[in-house]
């Protein structure tokens, strides 16, 4: 299956500061690429997604780029708040049939006031 | 919004002892898939499913058995727990190339 490097697995950012999560994945084919944040107590949500045709999303304060050519991948968290406090995991599914799908590690991010 | 619902929510039980893990999900989506959770391990897939009858092998397989029984239902099964079996397991659901619904997850003890 696709192996996914996540990093950093720890992040501390003062509010309002922006916040950096970087992915690399292994298989070139793969195109669709989400983030998934867990909030204490809670199951993962994902937050936003990127496919292959994009080199970068913006939902409201967050941002994916991809790089291809790398095979890197990454979230950026703009004006952090409290709420953005939790763990996000990132996965690289790969564009072949069994769909075997592993995550990243995981960040654990946390905004300080 | 998709649903996914996993039984029991606690569970609690001995070493060796038979735990059966269930999920249920309502989207008709084609695949289901199992992970545990562990502080400094992430999201780890044990088995996985693209459809009733099939079993596919995750990463960390050993000590679990899986079986999709239809469309909608996976199960996790634990025939002789061991307390490193001890975590909290998720279940998910998607459809090819799209996003993972979770459920809220079984936190299982094994003393």
């Known amino acids: 299956g696709e192996q996914v490097e996540q990093l950093p697995s720890i992040l501390r950012v003062q509010e309002g500061s922006s916040a950096s999560i970087n992915c690399s994945y292994e298989?070139?084919?793969?195109?669709?690429f989400p983030w998934y944040k867990q909030e204490p107590g809670e199951n993962p949500k994902l937050i936003i997604d990127?496919?292959?045709?994009?080199e970068r999303k913006q939902i409201q304060e967050l941002i994916v780029l991809l790089d291809k050519k790398a095979k890197r991948f990454s979230l950026h968290i703009t004006d952090t708040q409290p709420g953005d406090s939790a763990m996000y995991f990132c996965?690289?599914?790969?564009?072949?049939?069994?769909?075997?799908?592993?995550f990243g590690a995981g960040t654990k991010l946390t905004i300080k006031p | 919004e998709a649903a996914v619902t996993q039984s029991p929510r606690n569970k609690v039980t001995v070493t060796g002892g038979n735990v059966t893990l269930s999920c249920r999900q309502t989207n008709s989506h084609n695949y289901m898939y199992w992970y545990r959770q562990d502080t400094g391990h992430g999201l780890r897939l044990i088995h996985y499913?693209?459809?009733?009858?099939?079993?596919q092998i995750g990463d960390v397989p050993d000590g679990y058995k899986a079986t999709r029984t239809t469309q909608e239902d996976f199960f996790l099964l634990l025939e002789l727990a061991s307390p490193s079996q001890t975590s909290l397991y998720f279940c998910?659901?998607?459809?090819?190339?799209?996003?993972?619904?979770f459920g809220h997850g079984t936190k299982l003890s094994v003393l």
């Open positions: 996965a690289a599914p790969p564009n072949y049939g069994n769909e075997k799908i592993t």
């Open positions: 298989d070139s084919a793969s195109n669709y």
């Open positions: 499913s693209y459809g009733a009858g099939n079993l």
């Open positions: 990127i496919r292959s045709n994009m």
């Open positions: 998910a659901s998607s459809d090819r190339n799209e996003r993972l619904f």
